[in-house]
């Protein structure tokens, strides 16, 4: 079984939804981020998160840690939000990243 | 703004052959990681690195590979004998303290055939 569970793995919205991907892990950490990867296969960090909410342009990260889940959420998306959404975990003593799966989005116009 | 770079971008090489991929993490950095994503699958841990030891390494690190920070630049990880399974993109990733954000470069390719 996975450590980090993603949901949904692909999702197609049209411009301007609203859009949720979701994340659980079962292991105890200190935080977690939230990471954008193009296709070409670069990875950014997006959020990094260990209570809460964090909130940066039309992207919003919300931390539920007694649940053990985090939702990523984008508001009036558009085609240039097009890419792979993953979560991961910091755990173990050194701070390793354990990574999700991943979501694949489309934004079409 | 200072970012983490890898070299070489993309790296063709024999199975059997060594092959060393080479970082540059951000200047005052400390802790230095590597991970590789195999075509179609999620990322995974190899290595962390901190003051100049290996802090903790996974299953996939196991003796053909290894780490350095020869200078006080870059981090290099070597793979000695490669195989066709080694065949991934391969990120490295720095952070200033241990529960700080980590920044990753933008990978290298390795494909052995």
């Known amino acids: 079984k996975n450590e980090v569970e993603q949901s949904p793995q692909n999702l197609t919205a049209q411009e301007g939804e609203f859009i949720t991907i979701n994340c659980s892990y079962s292991?105890?950490?200190?935080?977690l981020h939230w990471l954008q990867q193009h296709p070409g296969g670069g990875i950014v960090s997006l959020f990094m998160?260990?209570?809460g909410k964090k909130k940066h342009g039309r992207l919003i990260a919300t931390i539920n840690i007694q649940e053990k889940h985090s939702s990523l959420h984008i508001t009036a998306s558009h085609p240039r939000d097009s890419a792979v959404y993953i979560c991961?975990?910091?755990?173990?003593?050194?701070?390793?990243?354990?990574f999700g799966t991943g979501t694949l989005l489309a934004v079409q116009p | 703004e200072p970012e983490v770079t890898q070299t070489p971008s993309h790296q063709v090489t024999q199975m059997g052959q060594e092959v060393i991929l080479r970082c540059v993490p951000i200047?005052?950095?400390?802790?230095f990681y590597w991970y590789r994503q195999i075509l179609g699958q999620k990322v995974e841990f190899l290595v962390s690195?901190?003051?100049?030891?290996?802090?903790?390494k996974s299953e996939i690190f196991d003796d053909q590979f290894s780490v350095e920070r020869p200078d006080g630049s870059n981090f290099t990880l070597k793979i000695r004998s490669t195989k066709l399974e080694d065949s991934a993109m391969y990120f490295c990733?720095?952070?200033?303290?241990?529960?700080?954000?980590?920044?990753f470069g933008p990978g290298t390719r390795l494909t052995v055939l």
């Open positions: 991961a975990v910091y755990g173990g003593a050194t701070n390793k990243l354990i």
């Open positions: 292991v105890g950490i200190s935080a």
């Open positions: 998160l260990s209570s």
């Open positions: 200047s005052n950095h400390l802790y």
């Open positions: 690195f901190y003051n100049n030891e290996i802090s903790e």
């Open positions: 990733a720095s952070n200033g303290f241990r529960t700080d954000t980590q920044y």
